[in-house]
């Protein structure tokens, strides 16, 4: 039986809230904000074909739509309230909306954050969410803190690193041959992003600034830079790196960590005054955090290797118009 849009939206998106004032089914959600704090808002749009490949499995489609917009709230250290997801698909295709919704309301249970509305229409697959969350007012995290002296972190899973993603990517482009393992690996780097919502909340009122990575960690780090007004030198050889990336050539870690994109960690800067703190709160969360470099007042990115040696090398970050 052909399925409308209302049948649509009631049998795979209308859960019941707990939370909101209002969820799905009027013209307007109602979020209740707690006084004191301000509303985050922040929204990310996945295309087929640009964001993800048409073969990923609906689940973690699901749970990477969601995963990307809450690693904004991450990135501001703001705790996530709610959400609204604007849908575009071909067609009411049952097995695919289910597995959709099953892998993000999934993720949005794990962060205790409700759909709250949104919009549902045909056409190409294109997926666009809008995070709600808070942060006590003034102290949400921004790019525009670091200062000269920060130590300049990422976040990364334990014993694993960053670049895993654009090693998954590397694969299906046909550059780069895996095992089966290691491929399943990064791929779930790839499409099961886990975002550091709660790292984030831990570093406000420790760390001076943070950004999300999503572009590749130079791109990244070059808006923290130009917006705080500082340099950085960065040491290539303490980024975090995953056995399976540690494996391959030099050149295509640098490149993969560098420049990779769809990392999802978090970069931040705090003074090395508070080393152990920031230690102990991303011990305490289970997620780790590598120190790779130094904010330094003189502009520009200055990357040596480990025993302090500049390093050439051209690492383009990602950009949606300017690539192919
Ligand atoms: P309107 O015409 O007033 O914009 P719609 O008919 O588009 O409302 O949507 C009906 C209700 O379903 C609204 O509450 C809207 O927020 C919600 N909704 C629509 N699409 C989705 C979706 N993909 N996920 C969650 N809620 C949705
Ligand atoms: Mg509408």
């Given at each position: 039986?052909?399925?409308?849009?209302?049948?649509?939206?009631?049998?795979?998106?209308k859960r019941p809230v707990?939370?909101?004032?209002?969820?799905?089914?009027?013209?307007?959600?109602?979020?209740?904000?707690?006084?004191?704090?301000?509303?985050?808002?922040?929204?990310?749009?996945?295309?087929?074909?640009?964001?993800?490949?048409?073969?990923?499995?609906?689940?973690?489609?699901?749970?990477?739509?969601?995963?990307?917009?809450?690693?904004?709230?991450?990135?501001?250290?703001?705790r996530p309230l709610a959400?609204?997801?604007?849908?575009?698909?071909?067609?009411?295709?049952?097995?695919?909306?289910?597995?959709?919704?099953?892998?993000?309301?999934?993720?949005?249970?794990?962060?205790?954050?409700?759909?709250?509305?949104?919009?549902?229409?045909?056409?190409?697959?294109?997926?666009?969410?809008?995070?709600?969350?808070?942060?006590?007012?003034?102290?949400?995290?921004?790019?525009?803190?670091?200062?000269?002296?920060?130590?300049?972190?990422?976040?990364?899973?334990?014993?694993?690193?960053?670049?895993?993603?654009?090693?998954?990517?590397?694969?299906?482009?046909?550059?780069?041959?895996?095992?089966?393992?290691?491929?399943?690996?990064?791929?779930?780097?790839?499409?099961?992003?886990?975002?550091?919502?709660?790292?984030?909340?831990?570093?406000?009122?420790?760390?001076?600034?943070?950004?999300?990575?999503s572009d590749g960690l130079?791109?990244?780090?070059?808006?923290?830079?130009?917006?705080?007004?500082?340099?950085?030198?960065?040491?290539?050889?303490?980024?975090?790196?995953?056995?399976?990336?540690?494996?391959?050539?030099?050149?295509?870690?640098?490149?993969?960590?560098?420049?990779?994109?769809?990392?999802?960690?978090?970069?931040?800067?705090?003074?090395?005054?508070?080393?152990?703190?920031?230690?102990?709160?991303?011990?305490?969360?289970?997620?780790?955090?590598?120190?790779?470099?130094?904010?330094?007042?003189?502009?520009?990115?200055?990357?040596?290797?480990?025993?302090?040696?500049?390093?050439?090398?051209?690492?383009?970050?990602?950009?949606?118009?300017?690539?192919?």
């Amino acid at each position: 039986m052909a399925l409308g849009e209302f049948d649509l939206i009631a049998k795979f998106f209308k859960r019941p809230v707990r939370r909101a004032a209002l969820g799905v089914g009027d013209d307007c959600a109602l979020l209740q904000v707690t006084p004191g704090m301000q509303l985050a808002v922040s929204s990310d749009m996945l295309v087929e074909g640009r964001h993800f490949l048409s073969t990923v499995d609906p689940a973690r489609l699901g749970h990477k739509s969601l995963a990307v917009n809450l690693s904004d709230l991450g990135a501001c250290g703001a705790r996530p309230l709610a959400f609204t997801l604007a849908l575009s698909l071909p067609k009411a295709d049952p097995a695919f909306l289910e597995g959709f919704a099953r892998g993000l309301l999934a993720l949005a249970d794990e962060h205790g954050i409700e759909l709250v509305g949104g919009d549902t229409t045909a056409g190409p697959l294109n997926i666009c969410i809008t995070v709600f969350g808070e942060v006590p007012a003034g102290q949400a995290l921004l790019r525009s803190g670091a200062r000269a002296g920060d130590d300049l972190w990422v976040s990364h899973p334990v014993g694993g690193g960053i670049g895993d993603a654009r090693l998954a990517l590397e694969v299906f482009r046909g550059q780069v041959s895996l095992e089966g393992r290691d491929f399943d690996a990064a791929r779930r780097a790839m499409e099961l992003p886990t975002p550091r919502v709660a790292l984030g909340q831990a570093l406000r009122g420790l760390a001076h600034s943070a950004i999300d990575l999503s572009d590749g960690l130079l791109g990244d780090l070059g808006h923290v830079l130009r917006a705080s007004g500082v340099g950085v030198r960065i040491d290539a050889d303490a980024l975090p790196r995953s056995p399976v990336l540690a494996s391959q050539p030099r050149a295509l870690q640098l490149e993969c960590g560098l420049s990779g994109g769809d990392d999802y960690e978090l970069l931040f800067t705090a003074p090395p005054a508070r080393r152990g703190e920031v230690l102990a709160a991303a011990q305490a969360l289970g997620v780790g955090v590598a120190r790779i470099g130094e904010l330094q007042g003189e502009p520009g990115v200055r990357l040596v290797d480990g025993e302090g040696r500049p390093l050439q090398g051209d690492f383009p970050s990602f950009d949606h118009f300017l690539s192919a």
